[in-house]
């Protein structure tokens, strides 16, 4: 089966990082069929980087949505911010980051950056179910 929508949670303002983590549980535990403990557990830890990335490097806002499909979840976070997601080698001496856009490459099937109709952009992970 292709990319039929079963369930969908329309994008929504994300106040914070604990926010949006319970909202996606709310949404994965309402799922029939249920994704898999570990599929929810990325889901959740993907939400969580790509938000912390919006809110301190997009315009400090941003929006979630969630698609759930037969076999996948499409995780999408909107922000103000036009510049995409970037590459960087890890700082393991400052600690200013770099580990979690590499992270969320490696959990997701695929990830996309898409610009925004009125400006910023939509990051999305397309991550196993």
Same mark, same amino acid.
């Given at each position: 089966?292709?990319?039929?929508? $079963? ?33 929810? %557990? ?9 938000? &912390? ?7 400090? &806002? ?8 037969? %076999?996948?979840?499409?995780?999408? $976070? ?31 099937? &695929? ?19």
């Amino acid at each position: 089966m292709g990319t039929m929508n $079963v369930n969908a949670a329309p994008a929504r303002p994300a106040g914070s990082v604990a926010g949006a983590r319970r909202r996606a549980r709310i949404f994965l535990d309402a799922l029939v069929p249920p994704a898999t403990a570990e599929a929810a %557990d990325t889901v959740v830890l993907v939400i969580s980087e790509l938000v &912390t990335n919006a809110l301190l490097h997009g315009g400090g &806002t941003c929006a979630v949505e969630l698609t759930a499909h037969p %076999d996948s979840i499409e995780v999408a $976070v909107h922000d103000p911010s036009p510049q995409p997601p970037r590459m960087r080698t890890p700082d393991l001496i400052e600690g200013t980051g770099g580990f979690g856009w590499p992270m969320v490459n490696g959990l997701a099937r &695929t990830t996309a950056v898409t610009p925004g109709p009125y400006g910023g952009k939509t990051v999305s992970a397309l991550l196993s179910r």
